[in-house]
């Protein structure tokens, strides 16, 4: 890597005056082995592997098997130290990141000391990490990173010029108190009140009260997810500090709602909700860890595109073990292990598909749909895209990387895999299957890219059902869009897989 930028640096330091006039801000000098070149910078880092500095020239990172350090600045290269700020969510920091540290140092065999800060340390006392955390909403997390002030944020929704991992998933749930007489909301009629239209329970079938909608604050993770699904501001007339206060707020209000995790309802009563053609709307494990469930929350954590120090790297590859899975399971978050659901069992899914046929779908059609639904089970592992295009979205990604390790793990062995396309209802029957056919194409294609080794034998075939299945009503662009997905079925590798193209490509 030093090689790759040696020409360029030496040639602004070959410009006169350069030198002199930046000296001020340095604070250490790197220089080749054999002493052909040298920079100097402000050291941003060094995590036992790599130096970042700030140059003049911009942004660097420098194998320091290839340097040397000179300056007040260089590190202890035998005993580095990495100190790791967090920022972002308040309340998924509360809940993970404590246990989660904890677990982490006895994976690694070390210990570990509450904070503030937090302390990995090796069993014979050497400090190898002070991780700290400071909440902060989005904005000021996102002004973090990019700065360098922090190297994680905890966060609901990604940044374009962040990366970002999966951590767990929550769903958004509507919470009334218990004795609040309204059976069930519909996604429309909880659209109208968070944007302020209702104002009396009597406009969703409720009794003649003024309706009071609870909230947090619109910085929030929370506040910042709804706006982004409402495509406006929300009319909260009671804003509270922390989800735990709003719930505990509504659950005394008879007459409030509020929007919170389905991990943060406590005494309130979670709402049942039904889409706008009527269809449940139930948050369970699968649902949600698919997203078919249509307000479900993901928790990121965010990071800068630059190297991260040896400890955060490992710390969030842990973050994809069953260990640390469980964790997330018992803080009352939903966990990123795979569900697995007898497709036969999911009685809920067909009556949908009835319900749903549109005019094209023929009885053969459905026929061929339960035919190969027959003793096949679907695994929670489901690709959607970005809007208005073939790039998965962030949490696909990170789930088709949790595929692609199961499938070197050998994990389905004795097993065929699907990647099952669907559509919404729009346009006719035959472009939808050839446009579920095209995305789980490119499922299919991406996938290859993470395992470019694996034989075609051992990778999932394609097939297309169309619009045939729908998650949700078809009316309405969310409903449409948790309509267009590609799913993953899985049956023994000895019985008949769905029909597939001849090539096994779109």
Wanted: net charge negative; charged share 20%.
């Amino acid at each position: 890597m030093f090689k790759c930028w040696r020409a360029a640096v030496f040639a602004a330091l070959s410009i006169p005056g350069l030198g002199s006039a930046l000296a001020w801000a340095q604070d250490v000098t790197l220089t080749s082995r054999d002493g052909a070149i040298a920079v100097e910078g402000r050291l941003n880092g060094y995590d036992g592997e790599f130096f970042r500095l700030d140059t003049a020239f911009g942004p660097l990172t420098v194998d320091a098997q290839g340097v040397t350090c000179d300056g007040p600045a260089c590190p202890d290269l035998t005993a580095p130290k990495a100190v790791i700020a967090i920022t972002g969510s308040a309340d998924m920091a509360a809940r993970l990141l404590a246990p989660l540290l904890q677990d982490f140092a006895r994976t690694q065999g070390w210990t570990y000391a509450a904070g503030p800060p937090f302390t990995l340390s090796t069993a014979a006392g050497e400090t190898l990490a002070e991780i700290t955390f400071a909440p902060a909403p989005p904005d000021q997390a996102h002004a973090a990173l990019i700065s360098g002030a922090a190297l994680l944020a905890f966060s609901s929704l990604t940044e374009p010029d962040l990366g970002s991992q999966s951590v767990a998933l929550d769903a958004m749930v509507p919470i009334t108190a218990a004795d609040n007489p309204l059976p069930q909301i519909a996604t429309s009629d909880l659209a109208r009140v968070l944007s302020g239209e209702v104002t009396n329970w009597n406009q969703i079938g409720g009794p003649d009260m003024p309706l009071v909608l609870h909230g947090l604050a619109a910085e929030s993770d929370l506040g910042r997810a709804l706006r982004a699904r409402l495509g406006k501001d929300l009319a909260v007339t009671e804003v509270h500090g922390s989800a735990a206060e709003l719930a505990a707020a509504v659950a005394r209000d008879p007459w409030g709602l509020a929007v919170t995790g389905l991990s943060q309802v406590g005494t309130a009563r979670r709402l049942p909700l039904t889409d706008s053609c009527g269809f449940p709307l139930s948050p369970g494990r699968l649902a949600v860890k698919a997203q078919d469930y249509p307000l479900t929350l993901p928790v990121f954590f965010l990071k800068p595109r630059h190297r991260l120090p040896l400890v955060a790297r490992d710390f969030l590859a842990y973050l994809s073990t069953p260990q640390a899975q469980g964790v997330i399971a018992r803080s009352g978050l939903t966990d990123r292990s795979v569900e697995r659901l007898p497709l036969g069992a999911d009685g809920a899914r067909l009556i949908s598909a009835i319900k749903g046929a549109g005019e094209e779908t023929t009885l053969a059609d459905l026929q061929a749909l339960v035919a190969a639904m027959e003793g096949a089970e679907r695994l929670s592992l489901t690709f959607r895209f970005d809007a208005g295009g073939m790039t998965l979205d962030a949490t696909s990604r990170d789930a088709l990387a949790d595929l692609a390790q199961m499938l070197e793990a050998g994990v389905f062995k004795g097993q065929a895999l699907s990647l099952v396309g669907f559509s919404d209802g729009e346009g006719s029957a035959e472009a939808n299957r050839d446009l579920g056919l095209a995305r789980a194409g490119a499922v299919l294609a991406a996938l290859k890219a993470l395992v470019p080794g694996m034989e075609v034998a051992q990778l999932p075939a394609l097939a297309s059902f169309g619009e045939a299945l729908p998650m949700a009503c078809d009316r309405v662009p969310a409903g449409r869009n948790l309509n267009r997905r590609v799913e993953l079925w899985m049956r023994p590798a000895f019985a008949a897989p769905p029909p597939v193209d001849s090539e096994g490509d779109p």
